[in-house]
């Protein structure tokens, strides 16, 4: 039995939030401040939105244009994209005035990586009819 797509959605956002949250501890250049817990999980929840907007939204049509440099160097330059969207979502974060920054590329790098392995662990442990997939 599947589970229902609003769940589904509580679910994924969850899982983003959690990777955010890892990201923020693992690396130096990604800021979540916040004067309580409750602060902090609020605006986690928050960016978690924001980066699914900017996945959905921003992301195939920067793949699109891309494609040849997709395959000019062998999927390579996805890295540099989602380090690029994750800098967009902190700079989209920053401006709508959540306590959540990413100061520069390499934070972005390397936060984009830890949100892609984290969700995808989580993606393991929880079972394919709650998250929907």
């Known amino acids: ?11 994924r956002t969850l899982v983003v939030a959690a990777a955010l949250w890892v990201a923020t501890v ?9 004067s309580s817990t409750g602060t902090r999980i609020g605006t986690l929840l928050v960016v978690a939105l924001i ?10 049509v920067v793949a699109t244009i891309g494609c ?26 920053d401006t709508v005035g959540l306590p959540f920054g990413v100061d520069g590329f390499w934070s972005g790098f390397w936060g984009a990586i830890i ?16 998250d929907g997939r």
Not at 26 to 34: C, M, Q, R
Not at 51 to 60: D, M, R
Not at 115 to 130: E, G, K, M, Y
């Open 115 to 130: 949100v892609a392995i984290v969700s995808f662990f989580l993606h393991l442990v929880i079972p394919d009819r709650v």
């Open 51 to 60: 980066f699914g907007l900017v996945n959905a939204v921003v992301k195939p």
């Open 26 to 34: 693992l690396v130096d250049g990604i800021e979540l401040s916040g």
């Open 1 to 11: 039995m599947q589970a229902s797509p609003g769940l589904a959605f509580v679910v």
């Open 68 to 93: 040849p440099l997709y395959i000019l160097t062998l999927g390579l330059f996805g890295l540099v994209v989602n380090a690029l969207l994750f800098m967009l979502t902190g700079w989209l974060s």
